[in-house]
């Protein structure tokens, strides 16, 4: 499973990050998902090796422009370059409705089939590989995270259990392995559930919108390898803002991770306040939230930069490449 981060910043973009936008590519296949599009997503597209034809869906977290205002721009280049493919579009209603309005006065042409579905807490998806779900987070306006976990795991086939019961190694054996039910020639009916598993857990990751409750995903993190989560301040900040925003600090989402027993966190969507590298002493950086975070989490902790590519490895383990 890999993770390209192409906006990392909250409200809007700065010179170090652009706005919210995350791409969730499956380990095998060209077929990915992003998460969010705000602003020029398709212009940090063009600094990857990601392609907005194998593009299969995007999944809009809510309404915010920062999360949202680059997707007539990335539908409208799928046009241009021919795209045909199907591509399924997740988010509010109020995304729909933006989308439309766009459509109509600018005269946009879509040709391709586009496929709206309004994200509700019933919400079963299968796209790219991953088993999607959508969970409801406290905004001020309605917002949502993702839970992507991936399909298709290969399966590990009971030969002992076989031999066991008689049943001669061939074709027959990788036909189960590929989910098949086989007949013998003797009638017995072979079901491939009974002779197979999973040959590893599936890996899983959770994706959050604008938050101020993290305690929200706590049943979608259940099982998780990687949270990837807003942190739009630090404490201090956050009390001199005020809870009007309805954004996470540093501290609550690493609080929160802790409790859970996550091993991994990524961090991201940092207000432009806080500079990659500070030039002078009285610039506030990304190193304050670092620091914050670690005061409570103490599995492995990262924050996210535009561009930063990442693997969740077969064992759960976070690699950034």
């Known amino acids: 499973m890999n993770i390209t981060f192409l906006g990392t910043s909250s409200g809007a973009p700065c010179r170090q990050r652009n706005v919210s936008a995350t791409a969730i590519a499956p380990e095998r296949g060209r077929r990915w998902v992003l998460v969010d599009c705000g602003e020029a997503t398709q212009h940090q597209l063009l600094r990857t090796a990601l392609s907005p034809q194998q593009l299969a ?16 721009g990335l539908l409208a280049s799928c046009q241009l370059n021919g795209r045909t493919e199907p591509l399924t579009l997740v988010g509010p209603p109020a995304v729909w409705e933006y989308l439309q309005a766009v459509i109509r006065f600018t005269e946009l042409q879509i040709s391709y089939p586009l496929e709206f579905i309004a994200v ?6 299968d796209q790219a590989g991953f088993a999607i779900t959508a969970h409801p987070l406290s905004h001020r306006v309605p917002s949502w995270g993702y839970r992507l976990q991936e399909t298709g795991i290969q399966k590990r086939l009971d030969v002992a259990r076989l031999r066991a019961e008689g049943v001669p190694a061939g074709p027959l054996y990788a036909r189960l392995q590929r989910g098949e039910d086989c007949q013998l020639a003797d009638g017995r009916l072979l079901r491939s559930h009974c002779y197979t598993a999973p040959s590893r857990s599936p890996r899983t990751l959770v994706i959050g919108g604008d938050n101020d409750r993290p305690e929200l995903l706590a049943s979608a993190c259940e099982g998780a390898d990687l949270l990837i989560h807003e942190a739009t301040y630090t404490e201090d900040v956050l009390a001199q803002v005020g809870p009007e925003p309805q954004h996470s600090c540093a501290g609550q989402v690493a609080r929160f991770a802790q409790s859970q027993g996550l091993k991994n966190l990524i961090l991201t969507h940092f207000s432009p306040r ?36 990442y693997q969740l490895t077969h064992q759960g383990e976070l690699v950034r490449q």
């Open 57 to 72: 869906a995007v999944l809009i977290t809510h309404i915010h422009g920062d999360h949202c205002y680059g997707l007539p």
């Open 120 to 125: 509700t807490a019933q919400l079963s998806l």
């Open 274 to 309: 806080y500079r990659t590298r500070p030039r002078t002493s009285r610039e506030r950086g990304l190193c304050e939230l670092e620091v914050e975070a670690r005061f409570y989490f103490d599995g492995q902790l990262h924050l996210a930069q535009d561009f930063d590519r």
